[in-house]
């Protein structure tokens, strides 16, 4: 049963090496990473990490950072990584949409590289909400046309505190899919609970090209969310960690612990990912 990982962080050394330095240089990095115990990895220690749990592949990407070189200079390293371990990783590109055309132009840069996604977006910390048209809607645009995802941080209205969780609700999610109908967007965190809203058949319609990563999946919520969501978005759930700050022994555990039906586990794991990242129109 093939494993594809559909949301994972990469690191250079360098950052890692630095922390301190980068720390200062971005207020949403520092919320998350200024416990030092908070972990950073690189792609070696990624793919070594696979390798240990079983992993057959991840998508990549750097930190949003709010500054657009900054994000340069991660999907470079996102580049080398992918080129390195081409059959093994799946690079998205991070910018700051508030860049504009500079972000624009940076994520053609990327998928020239072999990039086949963009993400993950940090609204909160790159300072925009996915309400702001004039700030998303040309990256959106140029997505669509290309028929690439976009990944963005989404999060719970309710709940726990926690570091990185950010305004980025359902309803803001819903307006999104609505404003783009023709984008496919992939929602971190289950959507922040946006899955269950589609029994309502209006709200099914507007998501209809819209899918839920997992990705932290044992912080948030119990086990029996999969079953759930799986009698209600069955294609749509893709089987995530938010590595490094999930380890692959906890994340599966977690979706086994689910007892759900082989036919909904190999799609979870990976079976719904290789058709979005993969399309039959592209193989």
Not at 64 to 86: K, M, T
Request: proline share 6%.
């Amino acid at each position: 049963m093939k494993i594809i990982d559909l949301h994972t962080h990469i690191l250079s050394p360098e950052v890692i090496r630095d922390r301190a330095r980068y720390l200062e240089r971005d207020g949403w990095f520092r919320s998350l990473y200024q416990n030092p115990k908070a972990r950073l990895a690189t792609a070696d220690e990624l793919v070594a990490d696979m390798d240990r749990d079983g992993v057959d592949q991840a998508v990549t990407f750097g930190f949003a950072w709010a500054d657009e070189g900054l994000c340069r200079a991660s999907n470079d390293y996102v580049a080398e990584a992918i080129r390195r371990y081409p059959d093994r990783l799946i690079g998205f590109a991070v910018v700051n949409p508030r860049s504009g055309a500079a972000a624009i132009r940076e994520v053609e840069r990327c998928v020239e590289l072999g990039f086949r996604g963009v993400g993950e977006l940090l609204p909160d910390g790159q300072g925009y909400t996915l309400d702001e048209a004039d700030v998303l809607d040309p990256l959106l645009n140029w997505l669509e046309e290309q028929g690439l995802p976009l990944l963005a941080h989404t999060n719970e209205p309710v709940g726990h505190a926690y570091c990185g969780k950010g305004c980025n609700t359902p309803e803001v999610v819903y307006r999104l899919a609505k404003r783009h109908p023709r984008a496919t967007l992939i929602c971190a965190h289950w959507g922040g609970g946006l899955p269950f809203y589609e029994l309502m058949p209006e709200v099914r319609r507007v998501l209809a090209r819209v899918y839920y990563d997992t990705a932290a999946s044992p912080f948030l919520y119990d086990s029996s969310i999969f079953a759930l969501a799986a009698r209600i978005i069955r294609p749509k759930i893709l089987f995530a960690t938010d590595y490094p700050l999930l380890g692959y022994p906890r994340a599966l555990r977690h979706l086994r612990a689910a007892e759900l039906a082989e036919d909904d586990l190999a799609r979870i794991l990976g079976g719904n990912a290789e058709r979005l990242l993969w399309p039959p129109e592209q193989t």
